[in-house]
């Protein structure tokens, strides 16, 4: 027989041993397809997040940066933290800021007012978990926002400190019902009636709550809505993405000025990139990333000790077989592939069930959480590649073992 014949016939004999102890060999594709699934479908669940945070956060504008101000974490006596904050940034040297800065960029003004707002429009109101917003005209273009229908803040509306507000969708969506147009419509904002004059388009579910917002003109924000520490935040968008870095250098020796800070003073600011955010919150996913390598790799170790005990007490069973096939002529190499066939079979079979249910499993996960669906081609191929590493070891031992059985003992064997 030529070297394919004895190979498809090995094959053949692989498969019809599995189907003669189908139920021991599904209970072990299910052990190591656990395995593939826990880590396939975590994976899975984690990468498409991190798409979706890198999606949503290249909305925001992949060239803006902001000055905020700065938090640092203290601790004290090694167990106790609190956070303390830089002087806060005030209305003055933000618009300041925004005067001096002479480089080809957009400068946005914004101050966070409360996030428990109620909006209000006739009967309807909504949850006391609204984020309200004082911005300036050129919020919407900075922070990545979009207009859906009606129009942005204009210069008037800021100077004139006019009672104007956008609000988010969800917001919309809650106190305006059956489709009914909110432009020019009046609503309730704390004791504050503003007028409706936009809409902003839906930004998802895996941006938190972005959609629960409502803006409002800076200058009505901080007549209105003032509290004794408000601080402000300072959004630049570069003109040119490309001049992002020299932007940040410029916009940071600029505020050291206006905070009167000399050369040797550590910066009392912080310098915010648009990716930050999403940087810091894929590093912290990477963590489970690790654990769920974990469990997989300890589930796929049972699932070899499984495999290999199984495919011992099938050498043992087929001991006559073994005897008559080298009594017909196999070579002992060809009896050892035929049961590293066998193991390798099944544990593919159990890598394909396990990376298809984690691949559905993840991107459900993915799905509920606002990403998109995803296939983590690389954790694919690493599953199949780790399935067939599961059978070669799990199932070496007991090919080597029916290898050197003895013809003529096996064939007395019962």
Known sequence: MTQGAIIRENVRISLQSIRTNLLRAILTMLIISFGIMALVGILTAIESIKNSLNSQFSLMGANTFALIQKETDVHRQGFHSRIINSPRITYEQAREFKKNFNFPALVAL?????????????????????????????????????????????????????HVALLGSEV?????????????????????????????????????????????????????????????????????????DIAISEAEGLFRTIRKLKVKDETDFTVEASNSLAEMLIKSIQKVTIAATIIGVITLFGAAIGLMNIMLVSVTERTSEIGIRKALGAKPKTIKQQFLYEAIIIGQFGGFLGIVLGI????????????????PWLWVLSGITLCFIVGVVAGYVPAMKAAKVDPIISLRYE
């Not at 009967?123 to 207009?147: L, M, Q, R």
């Not at 809409?199 to 709550?209: I, Q």
């Not at 972005?210 to 007549?223: C, F, H, T, Y």
Request: aromatic share 8%.
């Open 110 to 162: 914004s101050t966070q007012l409360t996030g428990t707002a109620t909006i209000k429009y006739k009967s309807e109101k909504t949850n006391p978990n609204i984020n309200a917003w004082g911005v300036d005209e050129n919020d919407v273009y900075t922070s990545g926002k979009i207009i859906d229908i009606g129009r942005n803040f204009s210069e008037d509306d800021i100077k004139m400190n006019k």
């Open 172 to 244: 919309a969506k809650k106190i305006f019902k059956n489709n009914e147009n909110p432009l020019d419509k009046v609503v309730s904002i704390g004791d504050g009636k503003y007028k409706v004059i936009g809409v902003l388009k839906e930004k998802g579910a895996s941006m938190g709550g972005w959609d629960r917002v409502v803006l409002l003109p800076i200058s009505n924000a901080r007549q209105y809505y003032s509290t004794p520490n408000q601080t402000f935040r300072v959004n630049i968008m570069p003109l040119n993405p490309e001049n992002l």
């Open 360 to 375: 559905l499993i993840g991107n459900l996960v993915s799905l509920m959480m606002g990403g998109h669906f995803f296939i």
